[in-house]
């Protein structure tokens, strides 16, 4: 499924002239992230482009928890090291294909339905077809947001989908206190635990620690979550 990335907060820093490993810079990060116990949180790698269609990738350190997602890169940049992170909400996205293919096996099955002898025992509520078919189509569409909601099936598929995606947001994960709090807690314990990486390597090595400043991400307006 393709996604674009809605970006809430970021933070990065460069080192002159240190030098170090970004695999094991991962690893001691998922160490600490794996002793902080974050219920619901995935840690994988996950590789962006540098730039357009065919330049190099880099690999990233992801964390993802329900609707939001962590990217932390650790590489060389020159004769340098840096570290960055970003917090972002992956907004999914259903392909033109996929999109005109639900539509065509929607309309067949409403085809279907609505043609078969069912309608022979109705009586006069046949005369009602069309409040009928509308009350048909709100009853799938609301097994198909609580299925999504109770996990049988990933949230992204539903979401993913133009105008039932965004119906299904302002029902199911409305901007609510909870939400915001909980994006910002997810945050501050992913970031905690790269600073804590990168206390430990930099303290090795001889070099000050960060500001608070320094260490603290740009934020955009969380309460503007969708």
């Known amino acids: 499924m393709r996604y674009e990335y809605r970006v809430l907060a970021r933070w990065g820093h460069l080192y002159p002239d240190l030098h170090l490993s970004g ?8 160490e600490r992230l ?8 995935q840690i994988s790698r996950f590789e962006w482009k540098e730039g357009g269609l065919f330049s190099a990738q880099r690999e990233y350190l992801r964390i993802r928890r ?5 990217d932390i890169c650790a590489a060389p940049f020159g004769s340098g090291f840096f570290f960055s992170s970003w917090l972002t909400e992956p ?7 996929a999109l005109f293919l639900l539509a065509v096996a ?4 409403s085809g279907v339905f609505f043609q078969s002898r069912i309608w022979w025992h109705l009586g006069f509520l046949a005369n009602f077809k069309g409040t009928l078919y509308l009350l048909t189509v709100a ?5 198909l947001f609580t299925a ?3 996990g049988v099936f990933s949230e992204d598929f539903i979401r993913g989908v133009p105008g039932i995606g965004w119906l299904y947001d302002r029902l199911f994960r409305p901007a609510t206190f909870y939400r915001i709090d909980t994006a910002i807690m ?3 314990a992913v970031h905690g635990s790269l600073l804590e990486v990168v206390d430990a390597v930099t303290g090795e090595k001889g070099i000050p620690r960060l500001s608070d400043l320094e260490r603290r991400p740009e934020h955009r307006d969380l309460t503007r979550l969708r």
């Open 23 to 30: 695999q094991q810079i991962y690893t001691d990060v998922e």
């Open 34 to 41: 794996k002793a902080r116990a974050i219920v619901g949180a």
């Open 66 to 70: 329900g609707e939001h997602a962590i």
């Open 91 to 97: 907004q999914p996205r259903v392909g033109l294909v």
């Open 106 to 109: 929607f309309l067949f099955l």
């Open 139 to 143: 009853g799938a569409l609301w097994g």
């Open 148 to 150: 999504a909601r109770n």
């Open 186 to 188: 997810f945050h501050e």
